[in-house]
């Protein structure tokens, strides 16, 4: 009698066991890969929309636009996201492949400029930015600047940048350095927190991240352009255009979505999905009233 019932009892743990697998295997998998900016509202949006609908999953990783949009084009992917457009040779290979890809713009950032808490500067312009960072800038210290900053004590400007597959490293290309190429010799980071955390720990340094990633322990200046007045970066700012270096974030799709990836990108331009953005430091592509 007792043989049998620890037989059963095994029958039952493993039929349950299998029941699980199989709930699991289940629920539909969408591939969702790119921007570093954008990852972390992401993966707030990914954990939010399984518990609306629970047999999907939205599986998020990060890797930079550039990444992202390959990945979209190869059809490894159901959504890239990404910082800045799709460039010219990115749609024509999509085109090459018959992929046709669809532009979505989920939100807006600022992208601010981080110092040292002990560095002085209050603001900088385009074009003190573009003679610290692009080729051919004669800005190389802070004392060409008309600063000293406590704890550099040789007063050289420590360039932090992003790597080259990065959206945020090209849009700064394009908007701040005119398409002019990077002065050699940043520390060219992985992933926006990443520059953020180099700044807080350098006092030479400064960088450029989203607004999203900004922390009590950095410093973030107001920029100007070169007739304008001096703008902070603020979700505000960044709805209205007034802040110089504010963007429009974006998601690809390799054709228009159907099914479930239709269903989560309404979702994701819906209010529910906008105030989840607007609540991660990034201003929304629409009107919301969030509570």
Known sequence: MRSVLLTLGI????GCGLGSDNERSSRILIENKGSDTIVNV?????EAYSEIVPN???AVTGGGSGTGISSMINGTVDIANSSRKMRDSELESARERGVDPIEFIVGYDALAVFLH????????SIAQLADIYGENGTIDTWDELGITVPGCPSNEIARVSRQNNS???????????VDKEYKLGSRDMHGSKDVVDLVENTPCAIGYSGLAYSTEHVKMVCVSTY?????LPSVPTAVDGSYPIARPLFMYTAGQPEGVIADYMNWILGEVGQCIIVGKGYAPSQAVKCV
Request: net charge negative; with cysteine; charged share 15%.
């Open 11 to 14: 029958i039952f743990i493993y």
């Open 42 to 46: 992401a993966q707030a949006w990914a």
């Open 56 to 58: 999907v999953a939205v």
């Open 117 to 124: 808490s002990d560095n002085p500067i209050e603001e900088l």
């Open 167 to 177: 959206g945020t490293y090209a849009y700064f290309r394009e908007t701040v350095l």
């Open 227 to 231: 007739v304008g007045e001096c703008v």
